[in-house]
């Protein structure tokens, strides 16, 4: 189970970072969407996989009755989904934004801040 | 509650003495932050009552820091564990020396910053937020230094990127689009790659306390996985800290946003960048930071040169503070990269230096940009006759920049030196004194083009420029701006005349990095 | 999308939501659920009334800005925090306070408050970002 996980991360990997190789900012954003699921499933993997036994406590006991899944990778993968949901949430508000002010999605283009011919400063005292 | 009943040994999983009430120093920063970003986020509209609310409960924050660093001060390192959790389970808050200072400065350089805005921040954008994102700014930087715990160390990296790109942002002209675009999309993915270590790093060793990974990867020795985390937490970090190759967001985006939201970032951001590398590098992966020892030093040798060589070719003076930003952060990457106690010392105090030095500098082109509406090189000049003082001041802060004493940054660069001389690296002095040099030539031109000659370009020298109008009176500087300068000057000037306090701070931080004995007691209790 | 048969479905549907939004909150106690997940119910809630009546009927029916709302949420999870600093211990330890009312046993803790906050915050702060988008569509 865990070469088959391992092996899906890789090809997640692979996609996001090829996606995020592209000039068009539409790809890259897909890329980052990517990323992130990559990274989630890279935690839930490292923490060992164990199946169908819930990390919950039974009511009645102050302890586990018996092996359960390790319930941390869980908490971090939460953790970081809700985080790159906002993120992505704000990235595609942003690309948009971007989109309409720029009039481009290629990033190449997008030179506003740095123009290309800036001028030089002053040179000698 | 009912454990006697089950029969449950609860000290074998819990803290069971008492806390003491000055350990909630540790944890007050951080909640003290979230208070303030409500409370500023509650008032938005009130924008006369805001400003002075969230001024005041930063001065709170400051007295909070300087609370806590008393206690660090007197204590030692300091821990609380939350809920009581027996650590490595609960969630740890660690303060060592290197933590507290730089939280300290933090929430002073937030408190000047908030000062500043009150004056230079329009209605609209307080409206928008600006209040409710410093303080949640605040909240990232505070969390991220004084916590004890890796991947709470990454949460508190997620809050103070989210918030820096609502700083970004406000204002919503197309260049801070552009420059948030690229400012987020390369921070995001820099946070990703520490997220994708922390994953590894728990695959690993099974913890993520940052006293327990000290302990485990010392043990673990020279293993190519250890070695392997280590070179992606680098790569993560030095793209939070604008290292060379990966720094190209930080000239993109800096002088984009509001000047102070600028002088800000140059101040606080990459220095959290820094501060990471050398909790995780030095203090819980030692054996990753000798085997790139020359991969750093190189980084840091291309990072200082091409910063300040950057700052050479820009005109508009927020970018050329931009790039020297970089070069300092190559400054302290050669201390990381030396690793001896006084380097490490000697790139602590440059941090301090460069948080307060890099601030005042924005602030400082802030009143002149506002004043005549340009950032350009070309388009200033003739501030000596108008503001004879703030010209002074600006000359100071162009002096400490470049290491010049007896100012904040002389101190730092001399053991910087010093400890690479004393490692057999020559290479990596003369590096620091060269772009030390390099900086004197930029700074000297643009106090030379900005204040001292007599107008702008196309004005003959000697004329005295333009005698009537506008452009002869006096500069006014308003009360909200140099209040904030005044008291960054007047710190710097105090740090070079009297270092042997932040000195001894930093070589008590730079002595917890390298031997983890007093960290780890402060988690662990006893020495395990 | 705005058929008459949505429309007067819309508002019973949303109280429905929040009610069970509610429940999945204070469930989280002992058993799946909490404030987080609650929170996005009742965010979903309040979009299908946007989507239903428009985003000013919803800024209306919520009385206070969502901002405002998270920022409460905010204050409240952090006075969730304190009340172990009375009691000699770490930061967000469990304090309970139990009692009997009307013959019900009732057990208050911090946590469920920590959670209240939680699920103030997730309702404001993507309440707020949700109705930010409905108002670009319709513009």
Redo the contacts between chains.
Sequence with gaps: METILAITVGAFFAASIYL?LSRK?VR?LMG?AI??NA?NL??F????LLREVPP?IP?H???PEAITANP??QA?VL??I??SF??F???L???Y??YQ??GTDDMLE?????PVN?????LG? | MAATKTGVDIAAAMITHPTAAADWLLVAPVLLCMVGGATTLILRKNVRIQPLVGISLLALLVLTNLGLFAHVWQNGVVTMVMGQWLPPFGIAFTADALGVTLALIASIVGLLAGIYAAGSIAASERRYGFYPFLFMLLCGVSGAFLTGDIFNLYVWFEVLLISSFGLLVLGNTTLQIDGALKYALLNLIGTTLFLIATGLLYGLLGTLNMADIALKSRALGDSGPLLGISALYFLAFAMKAAAFPVNFWLPASYHTPRIVVSALFAGLLTKVGVYALLRVLVLLLPAGHNWMHGLITVVAIVTMLTGVLGALAQADVRRTIGYLVISGIGSMLAGIAVGSEVALTGAIMYAVHSILAMTALFLIFGITGKDRGTFNLRELGGMYRRAPLLSAATLILLFAAVGLPPFSGFWPKVLLVDGALAAGQGWLAGTILLASILTAITVGRIWIFAFWRGGPEGIADGTQGVETGPEAMPLQVPFTAWLPLAVLIAMIFWLGLQPEGLMQLAETGAHTLLDPTAYVQSVFGVTP | MNTVIFRTVAPFLTALMLLFSVFVLLRGHNEPGGGFIGGLIAVSAFAILGIACGVAAVRRALVMHPMSVAASGLLLAVASVLPSLFKSQAAMTSQWLEFTLFDTPIALSTPMFFDIGVYLVVVGAITSIALSLEERESD
């Design positions: 995020m900012l890259v980052i990323l992130g990274v890279l935690i993997t490292s923490g060992r919950i009511a006991a102050y302890v941390l990778p971090l953790t970081a809700v985080i906002s993120f949430a704000f990235f508000v942003l690309g934004r971007a002010e720029l997008m030179r506003v801040a740095e800036e001028p030089e400063p002053p005292y």
